[in-house]
T-cell receptor
Framework: GEDVEQSLFLSVREGDSSVINCTYTDSSSTYLYWYKQEPGAGLQLLTYIFSNMDMKQDQRLTVLLNKKDKHLSLRIADTQTGDSAIYFCAESGGLGQAGTALIFGKGTTLSVSS | DTEVTQTPKHLVMGMTNKKSLKCEQHMGHRAMYWYKQKAKKPPELMFVYSYEKLSINESVPSRFSPECPNSSLLNLHLHALQPEDSALYLC??????????????FGSGTQLSVL
């Protein structure tokens, strides 16, 4: 079945780069997403990538995809204390007309110290 | 406008109460979702509405009753809940065209405590 795995914790110093890793199992073409959740808040869509792409960059965020190893990473450049949050990796499973079922990883808690 | 609005933000209820959670979006999305999230866990899908019709029910107990009055609104009616139902309830919406690249937009959630 489909499964998404993430490391649970990452601690970095302000100004450093953060790299959050994720592996997925679905071998069919799919979209992969990164969501950010701050304490007491909902999920904010940060970025997404289609499984036939290798890389996507959006300001401080870089997503790298290794299709062979089914490995996805999110790099945050110049990490700030405001980046402290839980980051969820998710892959999509279409539901036909019903929308999209997201399969979430367990989330990586990023802690940024000043 | 990529906003999904949920009310109330916090809710405390007893096990005999009846309450409702509300969700609204004005992005023209035709798929709307209810997720349940326990602390430090990923969200779990509960229900999916597609074009105002219930299309997915992930074996959710009948004490949770969803309703989609129109394409912009989604409700979750709660009755006779148990303490283990305490969680963050998230609403989300997407275009609903069934393509794999549908982006889900989430509301801020309702933090529910059942006493």
């Amino acid at each position: 079945g489909e499964d998404v795995e993430q490391s649970l914790f990452l601690s970095v110093r302000e100004g450093d780069s953060s790299v959050i890793n994720c592996t997925y199992t679905d071998s069919s073409s799919t979209y992969l997403y990164w969501y950010k959740q701050e304490p007491g808040a909902g999920l904010q869509l940060l970025t997404y990538i289609f499984s036939n792409m290798d890389m996507k960059q959006d300001q401080r965020l870089t997503v790298l995809l290794n299709k062979k190893d089914k490995h996805l990473s999110l790099r945050i450049a110049d990490t700030q204390t405001g980046d402290s949050a839980i980051y969820f990796c998710a892959e999509s499973g279409g539901l036909g007309q019903a929308g999209t079922a997201l399969i979430f990883g367990k989330g990586t808690t990023l802690s940024v110290s000043s | 406008d990529t906003e999904v609005t949920q009310t109330p933000k916090h809710l405390v209820m007893g096990m005999t109460n009846k309450k409702s959670l509300k969700c609204e979006q004005h992005m023209g999305h035709r798929a709307m979702y209810w997720y349940k999230q326990k602390a430090k866990k990923p969200p779990e899908l509960m229900f999916v509405y597609s074009y105002e019709k219930l299309s997915i029910n992930e074996s959710v107990p009948s004490r949770f009753s969803p309703e989609c009055p129109n394409s912009s609104l989604l409700n979750l009616h709660l009755h006779a809940l148990q303490p283990e139902d305490s969680a963050l309830y998230l609403c989300a919406s997407s275009q609903g065209a069934g393509r794999y690249n549908e982006k889900l937009f989430f509301g801020s959630g309702t933090q529910l405590s059942v006493l």
